[in-house]
């Protein structure tokens, strides 16, 4: 297993970057006093035991504010704060170590940058506080004989703030991205999942209740002077409801399948071109021949491609049934090398309103382009109407089933 740096880093609490930082900063005045330097720290300076007592205090003040920083803020600060007035008491200092007082302004940018201002700024306000309190003292009694470095602190402490208070507005930026995002990613697969169940009833429930809606006319028609003929036409307006009523419940099984988390599968498993042969079949029980021709090797497609063919065809049988006004059309599956084609062509009346801005050839068009294929729609020359598709299958690409029956 590799070593991380940056493992480690997440590892170490964030107040103990600034303990760390002031307790080196506190070692500083043993090596001035070790040097001897003149103007430098008098080298008995803890030699009385009060000092040495207020030493230990402004440790044990610092590393304790230092270890609840992140939890209690204001009592973190206040605590690092003491320990700083402290230590620099113990060494009877009458400014505040400016280095010292840089941890200080870590533990003021590590609050800024995960709080909100009402919970950094006092914190900042408390430092400048104290470091106006110490420069006062010493101006008040004459002590002061140079340049001041409060306001050089003070300075840092402004930047400090605006650090952290920098990165936590970035923070909360890339939060809020990530957040929209999530809600158009949800809002995306809602609509996804309304259109393909829009698409799904439309070509499998709409066909059957087309069969119904026109078996249903022509039995009315005929059901005095030609009752055997009802009789054919009202066992084919069962046989549609019935077919839809399966239709509706293979949607509401799989709508509950993806409510339990499973993803929803097509409508029905086993429609596919293997069920053009049916749909040809009650095409004619409703007045419409159905020429079906196979070109090519027939052989298993994926299923994606099998059932977007399958409902292409049968949309297309749907309006000529409908809209056409002929008694017959072709069918024409072709198996290419890498690709499906799918035509299907009438000698009705025209584009007519199957050319407008109907949900059956909006749903065709969303196939093929979700599958990266090709289509078109409209009339022919010689009169009616054709529906072409080309779908992309690859070389030796698997399937779930057979091509056809």
Do not use: K
Not at 21 to 43: K, N, Q
Not at 220 to 232: C, K, N, S, T
Not at 348 to 355: A, D, I, N, W
């Amino acid at each position: 297993m590799s070593f991380s740096y940056r493992a480690v880093f997440r590892r170490v609490p964030p107040g103990w970057w600034a303990g760390g930082l002031w307790s080196l900063a506190a070692l500083s005045p043993l090596v001035w006093s070790g040097r001897g330097a003149a103007g430098g720290p008098v080298a008995d300076a803890l030699g009385g035991l009060g000092g040495q007592l207020l030493l230990v205090c402004a440790v044990v003040a610092a590393w304790g504010g230092c270890a609840v920083l992140m939890r209690r803020p204001w009592v973190g600060s206040a605590l690092l704060l003491a320990g700083t007035v402290a230590y620099a008491g113990a060494w009877g200092l009458d400014e505040l170590p400016v280095l010292q007082f840089l941890a200080v302004d870590v533990a003021l940018a590590l609050v800024a940058a995960v709080r909100a201002p009402r919970v950094s700024l006092p914190v900042a306000g408390a430092a400048l506080v104290v470091l106006g309190v110490f420069a006062g003292v010493r101006w008040g009694s004459g002590a002061e004989a140079g340049t001041a470095s409060e306001p050089y602190v003070a300075l840092t402490v402004v930047v400090a703030w605006l650090a952290g208070r920098s990165v936590h507005q970035s923070r909360a930026y890339e939060a809020e991205v990530r957040r929209q995002f999530s809600e158009r990613v949800a809002s995306r697969a809602v609509a996804g999942e309304r259109l393909r169940i829009a698409r799904e009833l439309h070509d499998s429930v709409a066909h059957s209740i087309g069969i119904i809606a026109l078996q249903a006319g022509a039995a009315a028609r005929v059901v005095e002077a030609r009752p055997e003929e009802a009789r054919v036409a009202m066992v084919a307006v069962e046989r549609a409801g019935r077919e839809a009523l399966a239709g509706l419940r293979r949607m509401l099984g799989a709508l509950r399948d993806a409510e339990g988390g499973e993803a929803a599968a097509p409508l029905d498993p086993l429609e596919g071109l293997e069920g053009v042969g049916r749909l040809a079949e009650r095409a004619g029980e409703a007045g419409v021949r159905v020429e079906v021709c196979w070109e090519g090797e027939r052989r298993v497609l994926p299923r994606e491609v099998d059932f977007a063919a399958f409902r292409i065809v049968q949309e297309s049988v749907t309006n000529v049934v409908r809209h056409a006004g002929t008694g017959a059309c072709r069918v024409v599956i072709a198996f290419g090398s890498g690709e499906l084609g799918v035509e299907v062509t009438d000698g009705g009346s025209g584009p007519g309103e199957r050319v407008g801005v109907g949900y059956g050839l909006i749903g065709m068009r969303e196939r093929v382009a979700l599958l990266g294929g090709e289509f078109s729609a409209g009339g022919v020359p010689s009169g009616g109407f054709r529906v072409a598709a080309t779908l992309p299958v690859g070389p030796g690409r698997g399937g779930s089933g057979p091509a056809g029956g």
